[in-house]
């Protein structure tokens, strides 16, 4: 029999989707919105058309009624506190030289781990979220699959779910294509989300220029230093690591004649490595913090791995260490594998787990 469910409701149109999902099915469904303080670049109560994040004030307020309109409680809770820890772990990965990914992080710390207690609080059955994912039961319990559009599919950022939360979680768009999902929102006359944009940026990156964040944080980043080839041959200078990742082409600031691209960010000396698209491949990885959603592996296994959000995967080897990290080998190099990034593992449509991307080799 369905129970109680705590869903997360962002005010956009999957979380007020799975609302309307879950109450079909006859779950007793409570929305909670997790406010996080970043909504300070609201103006008016109105949001720029170019500002598509998740957690403002006109989001809070598309989320109560969307609740109000389904009747069901509603809770705004404030987790400025605990974002507060996303957002130094952002910036201190910018200052360390690698490129965070705190929506995997918000996902393992906040809306898995917080949700979760809270849901516990209210004596809720099951969480619930609006992500493109599905929980598949298995031989040996409840496994974490790709969402059916494969357009949307978000499994990617949910590798690092603790193995013993799957059992209690539910993505009820996951087994729909977008389409689909703003067809519903309609028929339910939810209207003012039916056709609300997608959050396609950083929630506390406003406008997408993250130095900003990362200097009001750490304003020692903000530190002179040179972009160089490999053979030593300086291009020019910079004024802080933070505004260079891995693979990046544009914005570099300097002139070389051909293209460059960053193949190295060296933060004991402020260098930025540069060089040819070619030296961005590499044949294999080395990751740390491996959350695995499966046994443990002891023997090398094949899958198919994924280093960023848009990688298709590819065919790799993975070989499980004593440190709880993992050596990976492609079947074929792959470019721009970045430090500080995730790299998921998975058999056919299954997350087998995840971890943090160290270094290429």
Not at 77 to 90: A, H, M, P, S, T
Not at 114 to 135: E, M, S
Not at 187 to 200: I, M
């Amino acid at each position: 029999m369905p129970g109680r469910v705590v869903l997360a409701m962002s005010g956009g149109v999957d979380s007020s989707a799975s609302a309307v999902l879950l109450r079909r099915q006859g779950y007793e469904v409570i929305g909670l919105f997790m406010r996080t303080g970043t909504h300070g670049h609201d103006q008016g109560g109105t949001r720029p058309d170019n500002k598509k994040g998740c957690c403002s004030a006109v989001d809070a307020g598309d989320a109560r009624r969307v609740a109000d309109r389904l009747d069901i409680p509603f809770y705004a809770l404030d987790f400025e506190r605990e974002f507060g820890r996303i957002i130094d772990y952002f910036a201190d990965e910018y200052a360390r030289g690698r490129t965070p990914n705190p929506c995997v992080v918000c996902n393992n710390w906040l809306k898995f781990g917080q949700l979760w207690a809270f849901g516990r609080q209210l004596g809720a059955d099951f969480i619930a979220t609006g992500h493109y994912a599905q929980i598949k039961q298995g031989p040996t319990g409840a496994e974490l699959h790709k969402g059916a559009d494969p357009e949307k599919d978000q499994s990617y950022v949910l590798h690092g779910i603790k193995r013993e939360v799957l059992s209690s979680l539910l993505f009820p768009v996951g087994g729909y294509v977008k389409r689909e999902i703003r067809d519903i929102a309609r028929e339910a006359g939810l209207l003012g989300v039916a056709d609300k944009p997608d959050s396609v940026e950083i929630c506390f990156v406003p406008g997408g220029d993250h130095t900003e964040v990362v200097r009001g944080r750490r304003p020692e980043v903000a530190a002179a230093g040179v972009i160089r080839e490999r053979d030593g041959t300086v291009l020019g200078e910079h004024d802080g690591i933070d505004r260079f990742t891995v693979g990046q082409r544009k914005g570099l600031g300097v002139s070389a004649g051909r293209r460059r691209f960053v193949l190295e960010i060296l933060p004991a000396t402020n260098t930025v490595v540069v060089g040819d698209q070619d030296d961005l491949l590499a044949g294999g990885l080395i990751a740390s913090r491996v959350n695995w959603l499966t046994d443990p592996p002891a023997d090398p296994f094949r899958c198919a791995a994924k280093i960023r959000y848009r990688h298709a995967g590819v065919g790799a080897s993975v070989l499980a260490r004593p440190d709880g990290g993992v050596e990976v080998r492609f079947d074929e190099p792959q470019p721009a594998i970045t430090p500080g990034q995730a790299v998921a593992f998975y058999a056919g449509s299954r997350v087998l787990g995840g971890g943090w991307i160290e270094t290429s080799n």
